[in-house]
Protein backbone atom coordinates (compact mmCIF):
# COMPACT_ATOMS: atom_id res chain seq x y z
CA UNK A 1 0.00 0.00 0.00
CA UNK A 2 1.17 3.74 -1.10
CA UNK A 3 1.95 6.19 1.98
CA UNK A 4 -0.64 8.63 1.85
CA UNK A 5 1.33 12.30 0.79
CA UNK A 6 1.72 14.63 3.65
CA UNK A 7 0.94 17.95 1.39
CA UNK A 8 2.67 21.18 2.57
CA UNK A 9 0.60 24.52 1.91
CA UNK A 10 2.11 27.58 0.68
CA UNK A 11 1.16 31.24 2.19
CA UNK A 12 0.31 32.17 -1.42
CA UNK A 13 -1.03 30.91 -4.89
CA UNK A 14 2.14 31.68 -6.65
CA UNK A 15 2.80 29.47 -9.45
CA UNK A 16 6.53 29.51 -9.30
CA UNK A 17 5.98 27.33 -6.18
CA UNK A 18 5.39 23.99 -8.70
CA UNK A 19 8.35 24.66 -10.73
CA UNK A 20 9.71 21.59 -8.75
CA UNK A 21 9.33 17.94 -9.33
CA UNK A 22 5.94 18.32 -6.31
CA UNK A 23 2.83 16.64 -6.02
CA UNK A 24 -0.10 19.01 -5.89
CA UNK A 25 -3.10 18.41 -4.13
CA UNK A 26 -6.25 18.46 -6.42
CA UNK A 27 -8.59 16.92 -3.35
CA UNK A 28 -6.84 16.97 -0.16
CA UNK A 29 -9.76 14.89 1.89
CA UNK A 30 -9.29 11.91 -0.96
CA UNK A 31 -5.88 12.13 -1.21
CA UNK A 32 -6.21 13.14 -5.18
CA UNK A 33 -3.30 14.53 -6.06
CA UNK A 34 -1.85 15.46 -10.05
CA UNK A 35 0.83 12.66 -9.73
CA UNK A 36 4.63 12.86 -9.17
CA UNK A 37 5.60 15.10 -12.70
CA UNK A 38 9.02 13.38 -12.95
CA UNK A 39 7.20 10.29 -13.41
CA UNK A 40 4.72 11.50 -15.21
CA UNK A 41 7.18 13.25 -17.86
CA UNK A 42 8.55 9.76 -18.13
CA UNK A 43 5.55 8.02 -19.06
CA UNK A 44 4.39 10.64 -21.38
CA UNK A 45 7.73 10.22 -23.03
CA UNK A 46 8.03 6.70 -23.85
CA UNK A 47 4.62 7.28 -25.37
CA UNK A 48 6.53 9.38 -28.04
CA UNK A 49 3.14 11.51 -28.85
CA UNK A 50 3.73 12.77 -32.45
CA UNK A 51 1.91 16.40 -33.87
CA UNK A 52 -1.28 15.64 -35.15
CA UNK A 53 -2.15 12.12 -32.93
CA UNK A 54 -5.76 11.55 -31.77
CA UNK A 55 -4.88 10.89 -27.80
CA UNK A 56 -6.90 9.12 -25.10
CA UNK A 57 -6.10 10.62 -21.65
CA UNK A 58 -7.94 8.29 -18.94
CA UNK A 59 -7.90 9.87 -15.55
CA UNK A 60 -7.27 13.18 -16.62
CA UNK A 61 -8.20 14.67 -13.37
CA UNK A 62 -8.37 18.82 -13.70
CA UNK A 63 -6.46 18.39 -17.34
CA UNK A 64 -2.78 19.29 -16.24
CA UNK A 65 -1.53 16.42 -18.09
CA UNK A 66 -4.18 16.76 -20.89
CA UNK A 67 -2.96 20.35 -21.22
CA UNK A 68 0.97 19.49 -21.48
CA UNK A 69 -0.48 16.20 -24.30
CA UNK A 70 -2.51 19.13 -26.09
CA UNK A 71 0.53 21.49 -26.73
CA UNK A 72 2.46 18.13 -28.35
CA UNK A 73 -0.54 17.12 -30.51
CA UNK A 74 -0.74 20.38 -31.86
CA UNK A 75 -3.31 22.06 -33.90
CA UNK A 76 -3.87 18.53 -35.90
CA UNK A 77 -4.32 16.74 -33.27
CA UNK A 78 -7.27 15.55 -31.09
CA UNK A 79 -7.50 14.96 -26.90
CA UNK A 80 -10.55 13.65 -25.51
CA UNK A 81 -10.02 13.66 -21.75
CA UNK A 82 -11.67 11.62 -19.51
CA UNK A 83 -12.57 11.66 -15.70
CA UNK A 84 -14.71 9.63 -14.14
CA UNK A 85 -15.37 12.47 -11.38
CA UNK A 86 -18.16 14.95 -12.78
CA UNK A 87 -16.39 17.93 -10.24
CA UNK A 88 -13.09 16.78 -11.45
CA UNK A 89 -14.23 16.61 -15.17
CA UNK A 90 -15.67 20.38 -14.96
CA UNK A 91 -12.88 21.29 -13.44
CA UNK A 92 -10.58 19.77 -16.29
CA UNK A 93 -13.32 21.59 -18.88
CA UNK A 94 -12.76 24.78 -17.15
CA UNK A 95 -8.91 24.62 -17.23
CA UNK A 96 -9.10 23.46 -20.70
CA UNK A 97 -10.78 25.77 -22.50
CA UNK A 98 -8.82 27.47 -24.64
CA UNK A 99 -7.37 24.34 -26.52
CA UNK A 100 -10.41 23.51 -28.61
CA UNK A 101 -8.56 20.03 -29.49
CA UNK A 102 -9.31 18.90 -26.31
CA UNK A 103 -12.91 17.49 -25.15
CA UNK A 104 -13.64 16.08 -21.43
CA UNK A 105 -16.08 13.54 -21.32
CA UNK A 106 -17.03 12.72 -17.92
CA UNK A 107 -17.28 9.11 -18.11
CA UNK A 108 -15.67 5.42 -16.52
CA UNK A 109 -12.81 5.60 -19.00
CA UNK A 110 -12.66 1.90 -19.21
CA UNK A 111 -16.27 1.89 -20.86
CA UNK A 112 -15.65 4.87 -23.31
CA UNK A 113 -15.53 3.99 -26.49
CA UNK A 114 -13.05 6.51 -28.16
CA UNK A 115 -12.80 5.35 -31.56
CA UNK A 116 -9.40 4.74 -33.41
CA UNK A 117 -6.73 6.08 -31.49
CA UNK A 118 -2.74 6.24 -31.73
CA UNK A 119 -2.20 6.62 -28.00
CA UNK A 120 -4.33 5.80 -24.92
CA UNK A 121 -2.66 7.53 -21.95
CA UNK A 122 -3.87 5.90 -18.33
CA UNK A 123 -3.31 7.65 -15.10
CA UNK A 124 -6.24 6.37 -13.27
CA UNK A 125 -5.97 3.18 -11.05
CA UNK A 126 -6.01 0.18 -12.98
CA UNK A 127 -4.85 -3.45 -12.85
CA UNK A 128 -4.12 -4.30 -16.53
CA UNK A 129 -5.44 -2.84 -19.97
CA UNK A 130 -9.17 -2.33 -20.68
CA UNK A 131 -10.02 -5.30 -23.89
CA UNK A 132 -11.95 -1.88 -25.14
CA UNK A 133 -8.72 0.03 -25.63
CA UNK A 134 -7.02 -2.48 -27.19
CA UNK A 135 -9.25 -3.12 -29.48
CA UNK A 136 -9.23 0.93 -30.71
CA UNK A 137 -5.67 1.72 -30.06
CA UNK A 138 -4.42 1.76 -34.41
CA UNK A 139 -1.80 -0.84 -35.88
CA UNK A 140 1.47 1.50 -34.40
CA UNK A 141 -0.58 2.85 -31.75
CA UNK A 142 0.77 2.79 -28.06
CA UNK A 143 -0.66 2.10 -24.52
CA UNK A 144 1.46 2.18 -21.49
CA UNK A 145 1.24 0.26 -18.28
CA UNK A 146 2.27 2.66 -15.43
CA UNK A 147 5.03 1.45 -13.96
CA UNK A 148 5.34 0.06 -10.82
CA UNK A 149 1.77 -1.09 -10.30
CA UNK A 150 0.46 -4.94 -10.26
CA UNK A 151 -1.65 -7.01 -12.93
CA UNK A 152 -4.40 -9.16 -12.84
CA UNK A 153 -2.05 -11.70 -11.97
CA UNK A 154 0.49 -10.01 -9.62
CA UNK A 155 3.38 -9.73 -11.46
CA UNK A 156 5.49 -6.84 -10.70
CA UNK A 157 5.99 -4.14 -13.16
CA UNK A 158 9.63 -2.89 -12.96
CA UNK A 159 9.82 1.18 -14.24
CA UNK A 160 13.05 -0.27 -16.02
CA UNK A 161 11.14 -3.36 -17.67
CA UNK A 162 8.19 -1.29 -19.16
CA UNK A 163 10.65 1.16 -21.38
CA UNK A 164 11.40 -2.19 -22.97
CA UNK A 165 7.95 -3.01 -23.86
CA UNK A 166 8.23 -3.87 -27.98
CA UNK A 167 4.44 -5.07 -28.58
CA UNK A 168 0.85 -5.96 -27.14
CA UNK A 169 0.27 -9.47 -27.97
CA UNK A 170 -3.27 -11.06 -27.93
CA UNK A 171 -2.88 -14.09 -29.04
CA UNK A 172 -3.06 -17.28 -26.27
CA UNK A 173 0.24 -18.23 -24.78
CA UNK A 174 1.61 -19.00 -21.61
CA UNK A 175 4.00 -16.54 -19.50
CA UNK A 176 7.52 -16.08 -20.49
CA UNK A 177 10.62 -13.73 -19.91
CA UNK A 178 9.21 -11.48 -22.88
CA UNK A 179 6.01 -11.24 -20.81
CA UNK A 180 6.61 -7.50 -19.09
CA UNK A 181 2.92 -8.02 -18.20
CA UNK A 182 0.66 -10.78 -18.29
CA UNK A 183 -3.07 -11.33 -17.94
CA UNK A 184 -5.58 -13.88 -18.85
CA UNK A 185 -6.61 -11.32 -22.73
CA UNK A 186 -3.32 -9.46 -23.29
CA UNK A 187 0.11 -9.23 -22.69
CA UNK A 188 2.30 -6.38 -22.87
CA UNK A 189 5.77 -7.98 -24.31
CA UNK A 190 9.45 -6.68 -25.12
CA UNK A 191 9.36 -9.43 -27.64
CA UNK A 192 8.88 -7.62 -31.07
CA UNK A 193 6.11 -8.89 -33.26
Not at 28 to 50: V, Y
Not at 66 to 90: C, N, Q, T, W
Amino acid sequence: MSPVPRYVFTADADPKRIYHNVLVSIDETRHLNNGQPSALAAWLDALDIQEGEQVIHVGAGVGYYSAIIAEVVGPRGKVVAIEVDEALAARARANLARWNTVDVIAQDGSKYDPGPVDVIFVNAGVTHPSGLWLDRVKPGGRLPKRPGSECATGQANELGKIFSMQSLRRDLHEPDYTCLVHTKNSCLSSKAI
